[in-house]
């Protein structure tokens, strides 16, 4: 058995390229999706709404989180509901704080008061997750998206702290916990270890995927032969 089918973690695609997500769909490792409007920028999309409504038409089954992308609360709101309006595998992306440094803590309980499944977004502290935890008491299904790869560029264990939002999350069975922003192959290992419900991937970290468990005298070789070629393909003489 594969390393991967052994696992409890769900896998999450994080991407805005819509024939890849499609694509992706028809993966049975694949349960759900992300995407935020720095990656929807990155790939070229221009109309928010036309992309999000072409990838729920070829999607219209896994989860999808969608971002807001205001700064003030009440247009976070309006754009939260047009965006829930879209379907019911959708979620809706609502970031920890505006950037003004304003908690969205009240905002996330109205929407979870008004049948929105939210995720929330760009979360770095317990703290944090102990107050978003608060605002989806009774609330629909939702996410909570810790930066777990953030959290360790700063220097920072990060697992101890998934591993704290998970138990802090038990109360809520609603609520999962997200790792975002993984930087490899590993984190899905220390994410699943560490009872996390989501990881979320990119496309380079996807691709990554089948190397869980492979056999390490097989790797070095490969290795080896690598440079090996490519020192003979660029003709280099001593």
């Known amino acids: 058995m594969a390393v991967i089918d052994t696992l409890s973690i769900k896998i999450f695609a994080d991407g805005a390229v819509l024939s890849e997500m499609i694509g992706l769909a028809r993966n049975p490792l694949i349960k759900g999706f992300t995407t935020n409007p720095t990656l929807m920028r990155q790939d070229g999309v221009t109309d928010y709404a036309?992309?999000?409504?072409?990838?729920l038409s070829g999607v219209p089954d896994h989860p999808i989180s969608f971002e807001v992308f205001a700064d003030e609360f009440d247009e976070m709101e309006r754009q939260a509901l047009e965006i829930s309006s879209w379907g019911d595998n959708v979620y809706v992306k609502i970031p920890v704080t505006n950037t003004k440094k304003e908690s969205a803590v009240p905002l996330i309980a109205r929407l979870a008061g008004q049948g929105v499944k939210v995720n929330v977004t760009a979360v770095f502290t317990l703290e944090q997750t102990r107050a978003i935890l608060g605002a989806l008491k009774g609330s629909?299904?939702?996410?909570?998206?810790?930066?777990?790869?953030?959290?360790a560029d700063a220097g920072l264990d990060p697992i101890p702290m998934i591993k704290e939002a998970v138990s802090m999350a038990g109360s809520h069975p609603q609520v999962e916990i997200l790792w975002a922003s993984?930087?490899?192959v590993l984190n899905v290992l220390q994410a699943d270890q560490a009872g996390c419900h989501i990881i979320t991937l990119t496309e380079d970290l996807l691709k990554k995927l089948p190397l869980l468990g492979k056999d390490l005298e097989s790797f070095s070789l490969e290795t080896v032969s690598m440079f090996y070629n490519d020192a003979r393909a660029a003709g280099y003489e001593l």
């Open 50 to 55: 036309a992309f999000a409504k072409d990838v």
């Open 140 to 151: 629909p299904p939702a996410v909570i998206s810790l930066f777990a790869g953030r959290i």
């Open 182 to 184: 993984p930087r490899e």
